[in-house]
């Protein structure tokens, strides 16, 4: 891989970026209703208004709050909350790690479950399991994550399923706060498995949730993929070469299989990342995405800005990601 | 095909008759569609099968369960909720607000995006460059983020839901029109409407837009689809529609409220969306299938 | 009735392989589609066999079935396979893997595509050596460098680390040999082993081969379209058009003094090195018309024999 892609990626990124949050600043600003009738609480006076206003720099030009804003932007300067009265990076550091942690735990049951769909599928090329895996992906893929959430509350609510959580990130009566917002990472290496499992254990249902939708893709574009390897030459030497059939799905085509699929559905790791607005909102999961929700309904609107540009930097640079790890993948591309 | 060399120089492959009799022969169509008949005939006659007004509050009448369980009220087949309204009569009247908001929604989506999608991919140079690098940047929000916050600035109200997720997925439309577009741009009967000296717009209009229309109404089922969700979700959060009225996705929030009490509150509403975004689905796809020879010509 | 067939080959009992009576037919929607009529063949222990014929003859088909890799709607209609005196035409997906590596080895046709682009050199011949000799990491690491050696590569440490991407064709194809012999197999399929290759390599790969064939001991199934490099490798010969076996046997036989009229034509149109300036004749449609007319005669017989027996 050369690091003159890469720097020409990044570079890339900035006008996207730039693009991003001239939007939120129009559409916040420009779209019909008036920002500050965001910010006001009920009862406020004709001098509040006229002092926020100043405050938060409205009474000057659209083009020269513009300026100040992307001036802000550049020095790291996100604004304060206005319901929570914080630093708004500050807020959204805090709890980007538990968003990163979900999404990760996600990811990889969406490759794994995914990944064994797509190999099954292909095993049992032309047989009723094949069907079945095509129904199943089908299926998951027809029902959004927010939905699947709702499923799975639903579910354990009537199971009466007590040891599954659907609240909350870490079970209360687990004394222990992390000094980072890593719970999960933090608890395994300072070996508190208690923290460790209920945070894993309230991890669980909003991960599924997340991760179903992009399993379902990952099986379609990885069994098309392995089925595309399986009539390529080195599969009939592999054949040959004596080794089972299993061997050859896993080891032979799987590996070849993997660069297209990377490609094919890296883009969709950033619907998963979308996702979690809604998801975390309904298992009172405490990421950034929750947090959005709550900044819209409190008309927090630099803390929306704040995590409207969060999400977009998190998407821009699973992309970024997506096409290091396919150079990653294709021996071609490292040496070449 | 037989219909085909049965018409001189006609620039339809196929006549209309020989489509609606594959989409009938479609399992997927025919299912889709009728899954679709029996919301949209359950919207449309609401006020005449709604056993009960929706908005009607009975306190005496909280929780009471459906007909399968216990206690179960008579005259209230699926029960009711935590203010004692019927959800049958709800789920009658949400079916009306979900096909609405899927209908105008999935159009104003398709009008903006085709009409971007065309412009890109049939004028190329600055054009498609300014729209498809629009497209980038708006690929880069979270679609269900953007959409909440559109509309909290525009204020709750079904205009505002249909405004949002016609601003949010245009996209879908652009992309496809506007890759579609530049394919039959190299088509031979392009070419030849050029050569006669036809002018740009007509060509567009009279000519590119019919080929692309097969594709156009695949993706209009679909988004359909994605609006019903985005509906639900933008109700959920509180922002649709003022919260008595009913909606499937204020029924779900309402549910997930009182889901240790009352779990049937959000499965119906939770089974009617998914019940429609299948059947939209299914509908699409089947027709993607039935479509498609004529699109590849 | 098919006992009865049954030629009297040289020596039945001593072949390391014998093909008897064989017919392959590809299932179509409507009917099958013949591609070989009783073809029969034996080679010896340390006998290199080719199998000449022009495309479609059907000779890369008999290399298939040998193996075990025909395509799934190829059905074998009649006749047997005897590898070390078993028949192999019907064995389970695990006696079938038994077989292979230290039973049947192939050297494929086109050494760019046949290698898996994903995993080094070393670890693709490498694998078949603990497969089948269960040897260690250790073992095979060693016996590859041995192998690689053998096949005069040249920095086979180098070489080990590498990709398939990086080698040349030669080198690829040289790879595919060393993993053809890695377990003493007793016969190799090679199948058009040069084809895909410049001139010039080809010389090299074709001594390379013939020269690990002399140091193993393996006998090989050469197959090939061209009789001139039969007349430089093989010491026997069989001559397939149709998917008929039209005449078999010792190589010098065939190429000095061939006794069907076809196989000369093949002559003719094969350049030769030893006399350079010859003009090279097309084999004459004429005869080809009449060859493919007796294969068609041969399936209604055979086709009939079928329906009478049951």
């Given at each position: 891989m050369s690091w003159s892609f890469l720097l020409r990626r990044l570079l890339l990124a900035i006008p996207t970026l730039f693009g991003v949050a001239a939007i939120v600043f129009v559409l916040l600003r420009v779209v019909p209703g008036d920002p500050i009738a965001m910010l006001i609480g009920p009862g406020a006076t004709e001098r509040d208004i006229a002092e926020l206003r100043r405050l938060y720099g409205l009474d000057e030009s659209i083009a020269l709050q513009f300026v100040y804003y992307l001036q802000d932007l550049a020095g790291g300067n996100f604004g304060t909350s206005?319901?929570?009265?914080?630093?708004v990076m500050e807020l959204v550091l805090g709890r980007l790690p538990v968003t990163i942690e979900l999404c990760l735990v996600a990811m990889l049951v969406a490759v794994g479950l995914g990944g064994a769909m797509a190999v099954a599928g292909a095993y049992w090329r032309g047989r009723p399991g094949e069907a079945a895996v095509d129904g199943a992906a089908g299926f998951i893929l027809a029902i959004p994550d927010f939905l699947w959430a709702l499923l799975f509350i639903l579910f354990v609510v009537v199971f009466a399923l007590d040891g599954l959580p659907i609240s909350g990130r870490i079970g209360h009566d687990v004394g222990f706060r992390g000094a980072t917002g890593f719970l999960l990472i933090e608890s395994l290496l300072r070996l508190r498995f208690d923290a460790f499992g209920s945070v894993l254990l309230h991890t669980v249902l909003p991960a599924f949730a997340l991760a179903l939708p992009l399993a379902a893709i990952i099986a379609r574009v990885l069994k098309t993929s392995i089925a595309e390897a399986m009539t390529q030459d080195y599969i009939l030497m592999a054949r040959v070469k004596g080794f089972s059939r299993a061997r050859i799905v896993c080891r032979e085509a799987l590996r070849n299989a993997l660069v297209p699929t990377v490609t094919l559905t890296g883009v969709q790791f950033t619907f998963l990342v979308g996702g979690t607005v809604l998801v975390e909102k309904i298992f009172s999961y405490p990421g950034i995405g929750n947090m959005a929700i709550d900044a819209v309904i409190n008309r927090d609107l630099p803390l929306i800005q704040g995590l409207v540009l969060t999400f977009a930097v998190l998407f821009i640079a699973i992309n970024l990601l997506v096409d290091m790890s396919y150079a990653l993948l294709n021996p071609r591309m490292r040496h070449g | 095909m037989a219909e085909a060399a049965a018409v001189?120089?006609?620039?339809?492959?196929?006549?209309q008759g020989s489509a609606l009799r594959r989409m009938l022969a479609n399992r997927r169509v025919v299912l889709g569609g009728a899954v679709l008949l029996f919301f949209a005939l359950a919207a449309v006659f609401a006020p005449l099968i709604a056993p009960h007004d929706p908005v009607e509050q009975d306190l005496?009448?909280?929780?009471?369960?459906?007909?399968?369980?216990?206690r179960a009220e008579p005259g209230y087949l699926f029960g009711t909720d935590n203010l004692g309204r019927d959800i049958l009569s709800r789920l009658i009247y949400g079916a009306q607000i979900a096909l609405f908001v899927a209908v105008t929604a999935a159009a104003a989506a398709g009008l903006l995006g085709t009409a971007l999608g065309l412009l890109a991919g049939y004028l190329g140079g600055w054009v498609d460059t300014v729209i498809s690098r629009l497209v980038e940047i708006w690929m880069a929000f979270p679609a269900v983020l953007l959409s909440i916050v559109l509309v909290a600035v525009m204020g709750t109200g079904l205009h505002s839901v249909i405004i949002a997720i016609a601003a949010i997925d245009w996209t879908r439309f652009c992309r496809v029109v506007r890759a579609e577009t530049m394919a039959q741009k190299q088509q031979d009967y392009v070419a030849s409407a050029v050569t006669v000296g036809l002018g740009r717009m007509h060509i567009l209009w009279r000519e590119i837009l019919p080929n692309v229309l097969p594709l156009l109404i695949v993706l209009f089922t679909l988004e359909m689809g994605i609006a019903v969700i985005v509906e639900a979700i933008l109700s959920y959060v509180n922002l649709s529609l003022a919260s008595d009225f009913p909606t499937w996705g204020t029924m779900i929030a309402d549910g997930r409220k009182y889901v240790n009490q009352a779990p049937w509150l959000m499965i119906l509403p939770i089974l009617c969306v998914i019940a429609l975004v299948l059947a939209l689905n299914a509908l699409g796809d089947g027709l993607k299938d039935v479509l498609d020879p004529v699109m590849r010509k | 009735m098919s006992a009865a067939r049954i030629p009297p080959a040289g020596t039945p009992g001593g072949s390391i392989l014998s093909v008897r009576n064989l017919h392959l037919a590809i299932a179509g929607r409507r009917r099958h589609t013949p591609i070989l009529r009783d073809v029969s063949l034996d080679i010896a222990p340390g006998e290199v066999h080719g199998l000449v014929g022009e495309s479609g003859a059907g000779k890369t088909m008999i290399g298939k079935v040998i193996l075990g890799i025909?395509?799934?709607?190829?059905?074998?209609t009649g006749g047997s396979v005897l590898f070390d005196g078993a028949d192999i035409t019907h064995l389970s997906e695990r006696e079938r893997r038994r077989l292979m590596g230290r039973g049947l080895g192939l050297i494929p046709q086109d050494p760019m595509t046949s290698l898996n682009p994903a995993y080094r050199i070393g670890g693709q011949i490498a694998d078949v050596l603990r497969l089948h000799l269960g040897m260690n990491r250790t073992a095979a690491r060693a016996r590859t460098l041995e192998l690689l050696h053998d096949v005069h590569i040249r920095e086979p440490e180098r070489v080990l680390r590498q990709y398939p991407h990086e080698l040349s064709g030669g080198m690829r194809q040289r790879v595919s040999i060393a993993i053809a012999f890695a377990c003493r197999p007793k016969l190799i399929v090679a199948d058009e082993?040069?084809?895909?290759?410049?001139v010039t390599v080809q010389r090299q790969v074709l001594a390379l081969i013939k020269q690990m064939q002399a140091q193993e001991g393996a006998s090989i199934l050469f197959v090939t379209h061209d009789l001139g490099v039969v007349a430089k490798i093989c010491d026997r010969v069989t001559v397939l058009h149709g998917g008929r076996v039209l005449e078999a046997g010792d190589t010098r036989r065939i190429v000095e003094a061939s006794q069907h009229e076809y196989t000369r034509a093949l002559m003719a149109a094969t350049p030769r090195h030893d006399r350079p300036g010859d003009l090279l004749q097309p084999v004459p449609e004429t005869l080809t018309a009449r060859l493919d007319e007796e294969a068609l005669a041969y399936d209604a017989a055979y086709a009939a024999a079928g329906t009478h027996d049951g």
């Open positions: 206005i319901s929570m009265r914080q630093d | 001189p120089g006609g620039s339809l492959p196929h006549g005496l009448l909280q929780y009471a369960p459906p007909v399968w369980a216990d | 025909q395509p799934s709607r190829a059905r074998i082993p040069t084809t895909a290759l410049d």
